[in-house]
């Protein structure tokens, strides 16, 4: 480790002499990382808004448990207490009469004339349930169980496109990060390998003076983490810049699309764009670097 | 030191480069290995280095085995030896300094005194001068004489010199056995490959190997 210190001059020089032995090949790999990382940056963005999507589609998630006739209004809330207990149920609210006439007005807007034509509200009282996506099935199959629960009332095909789309999103997301990884890997070790080629005789006469391997190696680890680093701070910069220039147009909010606040937003890409680029540049290297293995 | 026991060593095209060789050389032993090109020279200093290894027999180096070892045990026994390759094998790019440096950064040494060294041993080979200089820009003789401070500057138990006396004149070629003769004073164990007999046939303190066709015989002079 003491050496390892001693040497750490050394090092950074050698990691600038082998970027200036190959330097346009270089500043492709800089700007070829920079860019996969800019899509990197755009996936998370995307994934990011589409998880808050998500998360607000699944907090409007609900079922309606309609009474039986000889319910009482004491056993209702006696119901609604024992289903708001139930796995997967996040909440429970009774809406009674009055309330679900009143929005069945609302939604029939001037239609709602039609209502009057009833002598007496033929509107039953029905309790909401809110309930967690995943456990759709069981929650529905369980309330209709209940005692005191005549029917339930599911938008099972809309919940079941919410669950849908959330799966697509995490898949997509994920195979995005796995395609940039492996692009970033397989470009950072064939330029490790380029700059092996390049300097192998050097690095001849080192093994022949009994250099060990890590000595010999880490200048070129260094050269892959200093190139996809800088890869990763211009993706980082690019995004927030592009993140700011798209909140400064449309105000900080889109109807209905739930925008993460701007800030955590470019937090997240200038911490992890760096972070994952330094990550990639490390065993990109290290993977580049298996060439140069010496046989025993 | 370096034992052979009946080595033998086929290389993978089935050249045999050498047949039973078998001798004992010992700390601060002077050594000339000679021969016409071919003969298995520099094939003897492979072992050494290990960077061969013997097909049948045994060789010890430093008391190690180099058959059989791991690249970990070969890279100790290369620690230990300061070599001067036929063609220097110089960083190009770098300094005579630098490339003197080069050799020792991974040894044991701090930096004060891998300076140190490195400047003792560039005043010794007479370029305390162009220790500034670029490799690429030095004669023939002064990227040999960097060569041989690389080699030095480690303060080696071992120096093996492979045809270090090859495309001089007659002076310089004396004045660079002359210099490599110099590092016994340490009890440096110096090998020095050569086909220029004529430059050592009056040496009267030293063990000569010549090796003809793979085969080897062994002749100690003493004073």
């Not at chain 2, 070599?83 to 790019?93: C, M, N, S």
């Amino acid at each position: 480790m003491r050496r390892f210190l001693f040497n750490i001059g050394y090092f950074l020089k050698e990691s600038g002499r082998i970027i200036r032995l190959n330097l346009l090949s270089n500043i492709f790999t800089v700007i070829g990382t920079g860019l996969i990382l800019f899509l990197l940056g755009l996936v998370i963005t995307g994934a990011d808004i589409g998880n808050r999507l998500v998360v607000m589609l699944n907090d409007e998630a609900e079922v309606n448990g309609y009474f039986s006739q000889e319910v009482t209004s004491e056993e209702m809330d006696v119901i609604a207490v024992k289903i708001g207990n139930m796995d997967g149920v996040r909440s429970t609210r009774i809406v009674d009469e009055d309330e679900a006439k009143s929005r069945m007005e609302e939604i029939l807007g001037e239609e709602a004339k039609i209502l009057e034509l009833f002598s007496d509200n033929p509107f039953e009282a029905f309790i909401e349930i809110r309930i967690n996506v995943d456990a759709m099935d069981a929650v529905i199959n369980n309330v209709k169980n209940t005692d005191g629960i005549e029917y339930v009332r599911d938008n099972k095909e809309v919940l079941e496109k919410i669950q849908d789309i959330t799966y697509a999103l995490r898949i997509l997301g994920y195979l995005m990060i796995f395609a940039v990884g492996i692009t970033t890997l397989i470009i950072l070790s064939h330029m490790i390998r380029q700059g092996i080629y390049n300097n192998k005789d050097q690095i001849n006469t080192l093994k022949l003076l009994g250099s060990p391997g890590a000595f010999i190696g880490f200048p070129y680890v260094l050269t892959g983490v200093i190139l996809t680093l800088l890869g990763g701070m211009i993706a980082a910069f690019f995004m927030v810049w592009l993140i700011n220039s798209a909140y400064d147009s449309i105000g900080g909010t889109i109807l209905f699309l739930p925008l993460p606040p701007r800030k955590e937003l470019t937090d997240i890409m200038m911490l992890w764009l760096p972070g994952i680029s330094l990550v990639l540049g490390f065993f990109g290297s290290l993977f580049g670097l298996s060439s140069i293995r010496e046989r025993s | 030191m370096i034992v052979f026991n009946e080595v033998s060593l086929v290389y993978p095209d089935k050249t045999q480069a050498l047949f039973d060789v078998s001798v004992d050389i010992k700390q601060g032993e002077l050594v000339y290995i000679t021969g016409p090109s071919g003969s298995g020279k520099t094939s003897l200093l492979k072992l050494i280095m290990g960077i061969e290894v013997p097909t049948t027999g045994t060789l010890n180096v430093f008391d190690s085995p180099v058959k059989n070892s791991s690249l970990g045990s070969i890279r100790k026994i290369r620690r230990k030896i300061g070599p001067v390759f036929q063609e220097f094998k110089l960083i190009e790019g770098r300094t005579s300094l630098e490339n003197v440096i080069t050799g020792m950064r991974f040894l044991n040494i701090t930096p004060k005194q891998m300076k140190i060294q490195a400047h003792e041993a560039l005043e010794k080979v007479g370029l305390g001068h162009k220790k500034l200089s670029k490799v690429e820009n030095l004669s023939w003789g002064e990227s040999q004489r960097v060569a041989i401070a690389r080699a030095v500057a480690r303060k080696p138990s071992l120096i093996l010199a492979d045809e270090p006396t090859g495309n001089l004149d007659y002076d310089n070629a004396i004045n660079i056995l002359e210099l490599l003769k110099s590092f016994r004073d340490m009890n440096t164990t110096v090998i020095i490959t050569t086909h220029a007999t004529h430059l050592i046939k009056d040496e009267e303190d030293a063990t000569f190997l010549r090796v003809n066709n793979g085969r080897i015989t062994v002749e100690r002079r003493c004073l």
